[in-house]
Nanobody, 124 residues
Framework: QVQLVESGGGSVQAGGSLRLSCTIS????????VNWYRQGPGYQRERVAT???????DYAESVKGRFTISRVNAKNTVYLQMNSLKPEDSDVYYC??????????????????WGQGTRVTVSS
């Protein structure tokens, strides 16, 4: 069974840092584009950062210069380093990934997966 498992959330004071991890478990061929999203109660899910399989990154304006997304392909893991955190960064953060499968050696395509979310709380 394929899962995206986020970890690293928690509570921190404004100006502090957290590092979120998204680890992909299960029998996949490869993972391609990975996004971190966040969502607060009553709000739409907002894309925070993106990394492609070639390492190209993109960020929401609100986090540029503070957040860094990275990946370690050998560990099937993507990280989100969050520095200079602000109270408005408080949300549930979700990992989203495009995963490719080739069960039994036969390519079956690319599918979109989401993690269960990890909560980040930043106090002023």
């Amino acid at each position: 069974q394929v899962q995206l498992v986020e970890s690293g959330g928690g509570s921190v004071q404004a100006g502090g840092s957290l590092r979120l991890s998204c680890t992909i478990s299960g029998n996949i061929l490869r993972f391609n584009v990975v996004n971190w999203y966040r969502q607060g109660p009553g709000y739409q899910r907002e894309r925070v950062a993106t990394i492609t399989n070639s390492g190209h990154t993109d960020y929401a304006e609100s986090v540029k210069g503070r957040f860094t997304i990275s990946r370690v392909n050998a560990k099937n893991t993507v990280y989100l380093q969050m520095n200079s955190l602000k109270p408005e960064d408080s949300d549930v953060y979700y990992c989203n990934a495009d995963l490719e499968f080739a069960p039994g050696g036969y390519y079956s395509g690319t599918y979109d997966y989401w993690g269960q979310g990890t909560r980040v709380t930043v106090s002023s």
